[in-house]
């Protein structure tokens, strides 16, 4: 079992809808991450969350909206979606984030697929 | 601007095989690789990592080669099993970053 928590595993939904994609972590990292990941192709980086604070935004369009609750937890508001926007979406969690290169835990992901 | 790659997208192999994926990179600031192992439906986990200041490092069936000269990283993987059966991806870090690149993938098919 992964360490990094996703909810929900699928998600369907409509152009006009809005959801969020949540992610949690009890490892004590404080560095997170959202990746976009379409079928057979790398991760893509899409937000950094250093010390709960927006450290990094990958020209992300305004349609997806990050959010840090605390150190344990990230979300992913999504609205006003467009179909290319359906891919796998993981988040991941690194120990710290100002110490150089070090492995990342990631989530299983959540499925999505906009109608 | 610079990037990771892969020679061979797949990698057919038959049980009881060494499997050997490789990587390219050509960024000379890259100091730390990773390998990760991604299987349908799953997220990325990690294998195995090595830092510059290193050539080679083993784990449990598995090694990491790097060889700094032609900026080429592989991952053996010994005596290969069903289970090894996934997309393996390699990841540089650039000195004084904790920010990933990640190569394109290589699928590893293994035949029992």
Redesign the interface.
């Known amino acids: 079992d992964t360490e990094v928590t996703q909810t929900p595993k699928h998600l369907v939904m409509g152009m006009t809808n809005k959801k969020s994609l949540k992610c949690e972590q009890h490892m004590g990292h404080r560095a997170m991450y959202w990746y976009k990941q379409k079928a057979k192709k790398p991760p893509e980086l899409m937000f950094v969350y250093s010390y709960e604070k927006l450290s990094i935004n990958e020209s992300v369009p305004s349609r997806f909206s990050p959010e840090c609750p605390n150190s344990s937890l990230l979300n992913l508001h999504l609205h006003a979606l467009q179909p290319e926007d359906s891919a796998l979406y993981l988040c991941a969690s690194s120990q710290e984030a100002d110490r150089g290169g070090q492995p990342q835990h990631f989530g299983d992901g959540t499925r999505l697929s906009i109608l | 601007g610079e990037s990771v790659g892969l020679h061979l997208p797949t990698l057919s192999v038959q049980e009881g095989d060494n499997s050997i994926i490789n990587c390219a990179y050509s960024n000379s600031a890259s100091?730390?690789?990773?390998w990760?192992k991604q299987e349908s439906?799953?997220?990325?986990?990690?294998i195995i990592?090595i830092?510059s200041n290193m050539d080679k490092r083993q784990g449990q069936r598995v090694t990491v080669l790097l060889n700094k000269t032609v900026k080429h990283l592989s991952l053996q993987i010994a005596a290969t099993q069903p289970g090894d059966s996934a997309?393996y991806?390699c990841a540089e870090?650039e000195?004084?970053?904790?920010?990933?690149t990640?190569?394109?993938?290589t699928?590893l098919i293994v035949h029992p």
């Open positions: 100091d730390y690789f990773i990760y439906g799953k997220g990325p986990q990690f990592d830092r997309v991806f870090t000195r004084g970053s904790y920010i990933p990640f190569g394109r993938g699928s």
